[in-house]
T-cell receptor, first 112, second 115 residues
Framework: NAGVTQTPKFQVLKTGQSMTLQCAQD?????MSWYRQDPGMGLRLIHY???????DQGEVPNGYNVSRSTTEDFPLRLLSAAPSQTSVYFC???????????FGSGTRLTVV | GDSVTQMEGPVTLSEEAFLTINCTYT??????LFWYVQYPGEGLQLLLK?????DKGSNKGFEATYRKETTSFHLEKGSVQVSDSAVYFC??????????????FGKGTKLSVIP
């Protein structure tokens, strides 16, 4: 049971480049989310999904896009990378709202 | 909106000392409450949870009690070890409504335990 798998672990982008952060879970969880973690800011929700084909915005969605074509996968796309998107990104999934989320190990992104 | 406030760190303790990390919250109704732990270079792991008033969550010697009257969920451990050195996050999820699909986090408290 792999849990939540994120790739890549590290990435350096130039300003203006685009890329996709991959997230996959094998626990058949309906709920999936993307968070970013910045020093002194805690974790902030970017986008979330309550099932295949259903996504919605979180607290800081600008500059990011998501889709959920399958229960297992929830990729996060950076449309045009900016230095302000330098952060550690975590994907998380949950079976139901009261159970808490299982987190991936994160992607450390640097935009130069 | 909902919010979580936890004590600022860093916190440095000697091995076998008693640990308390304070957490208070602001939310409508009765949210579910969580403590997560993040070890260096890793993702967050769920440490314990409580879903209703007076519930006590416990795991690995850590405990926290859901106090509705003081809107608090303080984390405690009787005797910390070096291996407990990590960042601890308090978080909540509303019981219902659109926000119930997301976690609201405190800013985290870094704990360092020295031998």
């Amino acid at each position: 049971n792999a849990g939540v798998t994120q790739t890549p672990k590290f990435q350096v982008l130039k300003t203006g480049q685009s890329m996709t952060l991959q997230c996959a879970q094998d626990m058949n969880h309906e709920y999936m989310s993307w968070y970013r973690q910045d020093p002194g800011m805690g974790l902030r929700l970017i986008h979330y999904s309550v099932g295949a084909g259903i996504t919605d915005q979180g607290e800081v969605p600008n500059g990011y896009n998501v889709s959920r074509s399958t229960t297992e996968d929830f990729p996060l796309r950076l449309l045009s990378a900016a230095p302000s998107q330098t952060s550690v990104y975590f994907c998380a999934s949950s079976k139901n709202r009261g159970e808490g989320y299982t987190f991936g190990s994160g992607t450390r992104l640097t935009v130069v | 909106g909902d919010s979580v406030t936890q004590m600022e760190g860093p916190v440095t303790l000697s091995e076998e000392a008693f640990l308390t990390i304070n957490c208070t919250y602001t939310a409508t109704g009765y949210p579910s409450l969580f403590w997560y732990v993040q070890y260096p270079g890793e993702g967050l792991q769920l440490l314990l949870k409580a879903t209703k008033a007076d519930d006590k969550g416990s795991n690995k010697g850590f405990e926290a009690t859901y106090r509705k009257e003081t809107t608090s969920f303080h984390l405690e451990k009787g005797s910390v070890q070096v291996s407990d050195s990590a960042v601890y996050f308090c978080a909540l999820t509303p019981r219902s409504g659109a926000g119930s699909y997301q976690l609201t986090f405190g800013k985290g408290t870094k704990l360092s335990v020295i031998p």
